[in-house]
């Protein structure tokens, strides 16, 4: 697998960084660029996973746009749409697929509209209920709510629908970038509050630059009254989004950055981070197309970042390192993203050795004295990134999958690199290894895999039983848990030396060190976690072993020896999969998942 490695710095840095430009700007004038009678050029576009996704989706509905030096050309427009089938792939682009959901319904064609396999898990169902409260034909192709879609509908006959503020503004950003084009005034309720009003801003800022108004009643109701957009010449801007991990290492660092290519008057949201990182106690000045920050360090703090989701990750990561409690809210839009981005950050920080706890829409982060891990990203470019800058303070912090920045950020790693040195190395591992307390599933699902993928299977207590005629419970009963660890650590000294082999490993196995680095050397490690009350349920059913704190109660063991252990499970982790409430079958599919990444 690969795996970034970063090198933790010495002392503080001077640098300066020139930033890439907007994903969100570059994506929205790309749609507007079709909607243009006439070419439109964008210079200096962000060109990345999410913006290729764009433009090959327009293309691929006949829509020209080309990519040259430094330039996206939008050459066709919606006339050029011809009435056909047509497939299209967002790829991993959860703008793409919103905004070209909302422009398939008013261009001739059956469209087919679909993402690789993270995408499709994101939920769309409250833009396919706006726009067929306008009169859109639209129909699930698998699960309801979710992609791929299929789009029959060419026009839009209604005038006014209602929506939920509270999921995706990029939801009410396809609809507003459309509505112009309807033929009549159209007006726009929103349900509650709206998150993430800064985009909104965005979208209605730009539209302005192409000729549109939108009349916008305080994010509460909207009315576009039918207009048209004309060709433009467009400078995309540098994005505050990227510039705010070189920010959060300054700070984090005590050191200087300046960041060209970013204006100081913009709707972009992530603008918010730089004031959340001067109540810390950073200094921030603004020159010509550039911001420069001086770090002072972190600290712990109350903040509500509803306007600025995508930077909580980053902030989780800084408040690891603040001596105290962190507590962010307004942030409930995180669990339906590129992955359920709360509860990656609360297993990913567990691996550092930091406790969390989370609501529906906060995560609290007791920060303190962070160690490096090996973190993984879900396929998930921010966590990535996030992540990565904590790497500039702790020795061993490494990244698996480091590619996925190129979803917005393509040159991250080389940027990054000006700070401290970054080294991508390929880790060959040829065993997996599944970890995790009792009644997990790791002998169920380890068996189920192995069948699958052609591995052989060693479940560590069958081995020593075999190996050493014996039966564990009685061993234990007559000799102590002494005379076992003594035995399994044997045992998983030679199985870590066999290749192509699933080993499950019994659940104290990760209290020895040695163990853990054995296992660690030729395998990638999942730790498979559960509530210790369904935990309890499931070992009632097939008998319970040895105990291990002498509590009568099975989940009153279970809950002692989570304590005990949650900390030397997580450390010793790559991955981590629940299989609380899930069937093996879909824990096996998450898994396989994770091993495509790698």
């Not at 630059?209 to 909207?222: H, L, M």
């Amino acid at each position: 697998m690969k795996i970034a490695n970063i090198v933790p710095i010495r002392r503080p840095f001077d640098i300066t960084v020139k930033i890439p430009a907007s994903k969100s700007n570059t994506n929205r004038v790309l749609l507007l660029g079709a909607l243009c009678d006439g070419p439109v050029r964008l210079i200096n576009p962000l060109i990345s996973d999410d913006t290729k996704a764009m433009a090959s989706c327009l293309n691929e509905l006949g829509i020209r746009v080309t990519t040259e030096e430094k330039e996206f050309v939008v050459d066709g427009s919606i006339s050029d749409v011809k009435d056909k089938p047509y497939k299209l792939n967002a790829d991993l682009s959860g703008i793409t697929i919103r905004f070209i959901t909302a422009l398939a319904c008013i261009v001739p064609g059956q469209q087919t509209i679909t993402g690789e396999h993270g995408l499709n898990r994101r939920p769309i169902g409250d833009l396919v209920d706006a726009l067929r409260s306008l009169g859109a034909d639209i129909k699930y192709l698998d699960k309801e709510g979710f992609p791929p879609l299929r789009v029959d509908s060419s026009s839009l006959s209604g005038s006014g629908l209602e929506m939920s503020g509270a999921t995706s503004s990029q939801f009410l950003s396809a609809l507003l970038m459309i509505s112009p084009l309807l033929g009549k005034k159209i007006h726009i309720k929103i349900r509650g509050k709206q998150i993430s009003t800064p985009y909104i801003d965005m979208t209605i800022k730009v539209m302005k630059r192409f000729g549109v108004s939108v009349a916008n009643d305080d994010y509460q109701s909207y009315e576009i009254n039918p207009q048209e957009y004309h060709n433009h010449v467009y400078h995309v801007n540098g994005d505050f989004s990227s510039a705010s991990y070189f920010f959060a290492a300054a700070a984090l660092n005590e050191s200087k950055v300046t960041v060209d290519n970013l204006r100081r008057v913009t709707k972009q949201a992530d603008k918010e981070f730089l004031k959340i990182l001067g109540d810390m106690g950073s200094k921030v000045e603004y020159g010509k197309s550039k911001v420069m920050l001086r770090g002072a360090g972190v600290k712990p703090m109350k903040v509500n970042m509803e306007k600025c989701p995508d930077q909580a990750m980053t902030l989780a990561v800084l408040a690891a390192f603040a001596d105290g409690e962190t507590t962010i809210d307004g942030i409930s839009s995180l669990r339906i993203k590129e992955t359920e981005r709360i509860i990656a950050l609360e297993h990913e920080l567990a691996k550092m050795g930091i406790r969390t706890a989370s609501t529906e829409d906060s995560l609290t982060i007791y920060g303190g004295r962070p160690k490096g891990a090996i973190i993984d990203t879900y396929g998930d470019h921010r966590i990535a990134m996030a992540f990565a800058i904590a790497g500039t303070r702790l020795e061993g912090q490494r990244i698996i999958n480091p590619g996925v920045v190129n979803k917005t950020f393509p040159s991250f790693w080389e940027k990054l690199a000006k700070i401290t040195p970054v080294e991508t190395i390929d880790i060959k591992k040829s065993n997996i290894v599944l970890i995790g307390m009792r009644g997990t599933g790791k002998s169920t699902l380890g068996r189920i895999i192995a069948k699958k993928i052609g591995m052989d299977f060693v479940d560590t207590d069958d081995f020593i039983e075999k190996k050493n005629n014996m039966n564990i419970k009685k061993a234990v009963e007559a000799k102590g848990w002494a005379y076992f660890r003594k035995l399994e650590n044997e045992a998983i000294k030679t199985l870590s030396s066999k290749k192509n082999t699933i080993i499950s490993t019994g659940g104290g196995a990760v209290l020895d060190p040695k163990n853990v680095q054995n296992l660690r050397k030729n395998g990638v490690v999942f730790m498979l976690q559960a509530d210790p009350g369904v935990l309890a349920q499931r070992i009632r059913a097939y008998g319970r072993l040895p105990s291990l704190t002498g509590h009568d109660s099975v989940q009153k063991e279970l809950e002692e020896v989570w304590r005990d252990r949650r900390e030397k499970y997580f450390a010793s982790a790559d991955f981590i999969i629940d299989t609380s409430g899930i069937s093996p079958n879909k824990v096996v599919s998450g898994i396989m998942e994770k091993l495509e990444t790698i």
